[in-house]
Each structure stands twice: as structure tokens, then as C-alpha cells.
């Protein structure tokens, strides 16, 4: 027996009858990003964990931020973490099948595999960015999607930044004709849209110093810059500009140009994010002689989708000043506003949304309050401040969540596509699209 019913013209089907309990097996975790998923409970996933993972830092790190969750003071989690350790850990795991779905975060060359070998198996799989770090590993990814659809499981990556609460106004502004007008085509010297990121090495997760893992340093095993956070940032650009509509990677990709460059970690740095004096043999070739070690941690591309122009950029530096995090700038140009995030100290390091026009009638400001009293049947409380440029969105604390609550919504929009089977078209063909760019940008940069 199924139910159905239509939210804002769109039909949904729910399955009546009880689906099947999600449980959850974490494989090789090795970056915070698995627990996070943790951090949260969720009614229709069981509580008891299956983890499969080499014994070592990574897994006891891993373990440590679940103990956490479970005995914090307030919203504490209660997760019961079974361990297998054995060195047959991934053989193990698609033997056993403890449960439905794996979850991985961790090293990036050893992912893509993974995600492979489980969809094979009969598993789902909710994977970490980046899926894939090369253009071999894209190859990969094409062969799990399509095991994945016919074997009719869900293969997804966790796209966190969707949830962003400026992120998600920016995209419901530019679709408001009367405000943004339409998307321009832009140029490759002022794109029609521009997103740039700023991350730490040294960062707080969870409340305490995060402690790297030594092979994050090295980009055989993470993955250069212009393939890892980049995903984000090329996600967003066909989230926000194309809403709804399928990105074919062999017709409406094409690159300009693209750059890595690296930043370079001390030896003393080194030992205070990984905890470790010495550097392990396989850093030895990005040292000189006084062991610093280059990290090709930085990327840029400039691209052509559908025709428009983007450019995106991630940089990392070593630690932020104090009072400063990670940082997130983003401009979309309309064709009667300019839609901007910025996160700079005018902004106290938080991201703000500014509508910015030359238009400055009062006809204007009465379609744009008319926009944002619309906006608040879904937002309620977000309203504007003017200023010499156009206006300040105002947005409500209970709306800014932040980085680690994210993973929470992500998990739940996962774990509802899971139940109902409902996971949108253009999902699919927009992951390829998406690792196409950053592993082709990657293969453009490397030649230079």
C-alpha cells in the first residue's frame, strides 16, 4: 500500500508498508567527517554500529568522537560501536554483511575502491567527499553508479554545504526574476559566478584541537586541493545556478585553465596537528632538507557550464588568526542584481548575504521586500537592512547551524531518498559532472 501527496505541485509516494531498519557499517574511518555523521541519532537507523578498520590512530580517533557524543552533556547520542580490527577488515566486511549502508570517510585513495567493491557487494553507500581524487578513479565512479542503478541501491556523497543558510537563500533569490533578473553568461576575467574558500590545518571540531592524520599531508592519499574541498564549490555552482536540471559532463563541461600551487607546513606544525615526531617515509618526497613539507593543497578552476562562466578556488592556510575560521566568499551575477556572500571582518568572520543592484528605485526595494516576504513562509524572520549598495539579508541565529550540524541534515535527506526512492534525476549525472571538472582540472593543472 502506498500514500501519496503534492508539495508545492510535486507529487511524493510514500511506502506504507515498514521499510526495511538502516543499519550503519563504517568502513576504514580515518577523517572526522564519519563520526560527525554520528552526531546526531536518527529514528529509523539502529543504534549498533558495525566498524571495520586496520587497528590504529585513525580508528581510535574515530571511536574517541563517538565516546564523545555519547556521554556529552546535552543531545548526547547513544551508539554502540562494534569493532572488527583483523588486516582482512574490507574482505571481512562484504562477507558479513552486519548491515545496509556504509559510510565513508577517510583516505581518499583508497575510497573510490570501496565504494566500488561495496556497491558490488550489495551495499549503499554515503560517502564522504571526495568520491574520487584522479581520472582513473572517475572511471571507477562511473562503473559503482552503474552497478549502483542496476543492482537499485543509493550511492550518494555528502554535499554538507547545501545547507549553509546563506548558500540556500543565494539560490532561492536567483530564482526570483523580479530581483536577480536571469543568470549572465559572464566572462572568463569577471565570471557570472565565483566561489572561493579559505581552510586551516589547525581547526576545532567538536570543541577540542583536531589532530590530522599524517597521510592528510599527503596528496596521494587526500587528494590535491583542485580535487578535494573544490568538490564543494563545483557542487554549489551547479546547485544553485542550474536548479532542477541535469549537467552532462561530455557536452556542457569545458575548461579554461587551472592551477595548484602548494602551502608549505614546518616540521614543528607538522608535529602539532598529527601528534607525531617523526615524518613517515612517504612525506619524504614533498620535504627539503629541513623537512618541510609542500602540500598541493591549493586549486583554481575556470570553466564553462551550459555556456555560463565560474571560477572556483580553495586555499589552505596553516592556522586562522584568532577569532577567524574557515572562510567562504560567493558572487552570482544577475542580470539586475548581484547576489554576494562574504565572511570577512566587516562581517566578524560570519557569512553575510548582500543584494547588490544599481537600481536603487523604491519600485526596486518593493519587489525585493515583496521577494523576501515570500521567502519567509519558508524562513520565517529573514528581512532586510538597506545599505549604500543595495541591502543586508537579515537572517535569524536559529538558521545558522553551522559545519557539524550540517551532516545531520545531509544524513536525513540521505536516509529519506533511501526510504521512499525518491532520490531526484539529475542527482546521478551531476556527482559525475561534478568529479569530471575537479579530475579533469586536476589532469590541466598537473600538465603545467
Not at 558495525?50 to 563517538?66: C, E, F, R, S, T
Not at 543509493?154 to 554545504?161: G, K, N, P
Amino acid at each position: 500500500m502506498r500514500s501519496r501527496f503534492f508539495v508545492m505541485g510535486t507529487l511524493f509516494t510514500l511506502n506504507a508498508v515498514c521499510q526495511q531498519p538502516v543499519k550503519l557499517i563504517t568502513l576504514d574511518p580515518g577523517h572526522f567527517h564519519a563520526a560527525l555523521v554520528q552526531k546526531s541519532m536518527y529514528p529509523q537507523v539502529d543504534p549498533t554500529v558495525h566498524v571495520y578498520a586496520k587497528k590504529g590512530d585513525d580508528l581510535q580517533m574515530h571511536l574517541d568522537k563517538i565516546t564523545g557524543y555519547n556521554s556529552a552533556a546535552s543531545s548526547a547520542t547513544h551508539w554502540k560501536e562494534v569493532v572488527y580490527t583483523g588486516d582482512d577488515y574490507l574482505s571481512r566486511m562484504l562477507q558479513e554483511k552486519k548491515g545496509n549502508v556504509v559510510v565513508l570517510a577517510g583516505n581518499n585513495q583508497l575510497k573510490t575502491d570501496y565504494i566500488l567493491r561495496s556497491v558490488q557487494a550489495g551495499f549503499n553507500v554515503f560517502a564522504d567527499k571526495p568520491m574520487v581524487i584522479n581520472e582513473k578513479g572517475f572511471e571507477q565512479l562511473k562503473q559503482a553508479f552503474a552497478t549502483a542503478e542496476k543492482n537499485k541501491l543509493l550511492l550518494y556523497d555528502i554535499m554538507t554545504e547545501r545547507y549553509e543558510i546563506t548558500t540556500v537563500l543565494q539560490r532561492e533569490l536567483s530564482m526570483q526574476p523580479s530581483v536577480f533578473g536571469s543568470l549572465q553568461k559572464g566572462t572568463e576575467t569577471e565570471p557570472a559566478v565565483t566561489k572561493e574558500s579559505v581552510h586551516h590545518f589547525y581547526k576545532y571540531v567538536s570543541g577540542a584541537v583536531l589532530t590530522r592524520p599524517a597521510w592528510f599531508m599527503d596528496v596521494e592519499q587526500e587528494g590535491e586541493g583542485i580535487v578535494d574541498v573544490t568538490t564543494h564549490l563545483v557542487d554549489l555552482v551547479q546547485w544553485e545556478c542550474f536548479p532542477g536540471q541535469v549537467i552532462d559532463y561530455k557536452n556542457d563541461i569545458h575548461l579554461s585553465s587551472a592551477k595548484s600551487w602548494p602551502t608549505i607546513i614546518s616540521k614543528p606544525e607538522f608535529s602539532e596537528l598529527t601528534k607525531m615526531n617523526a615524518l613517515p617515509s612517504y612525506l619524504k618526497k614533498y620535504t627539503d632538507a629541513k623537512e618541510n613539507i609542500k602540500v598541493m593543497c591549493n586549486g583554481e578552476i575556470n570553466y564553462t557550464i551550459k555556456g555560463v562562466h565560474a571560477k572556483v578556488s580553495v586555499v589552505w592556510n596553516y592556522k586562522a588568526p584568532d577569532g577567524t575560521g574557515d572562510t567562504h566568499y560567493s558572487i552570482m551575477r544577475g542580470t539586475k542584481a548581484n547576489l554576494i556572500i562574504r565572511q570577512g571582518g566587516e562581517q566578524q568572520y560570519k557569512p553575510t548575504l548582500y543584494i547588490e543592484t544599481t537600481d536603487h528605485s523604491a519600485a526596486c526595494e518593493k519587489e525585493v521586500q515583496a521577494i523576501i516576504t515570500k521567502i519567509n513562509t519558508a524562513y520565517k524572520g529573514v528581512s532586510l537592512k538597506k545599505n549604500e549598495k543595495g541591502w543586508e539579508v537579515m537572517i535569524p541565529e536559529s538558521f545558522k547551524e553551522g559545519h557539524e550540524s550540517h551532516f545531520a541534515r545531509v544524513t536525513e535527506k540521505y536516509l529519506g531518498y533511501l526510504a521512499n526512492h525518491n532520490m531526484p534525476a539529475w542527482e546521478v549525472p551531476n556527482m559525475l559532472a561534478k568529479y569530471y571538472t575537479t579530475t579533469q582540472a586536476q589532469k590541466l593543472a598537473n600538465k603545467k
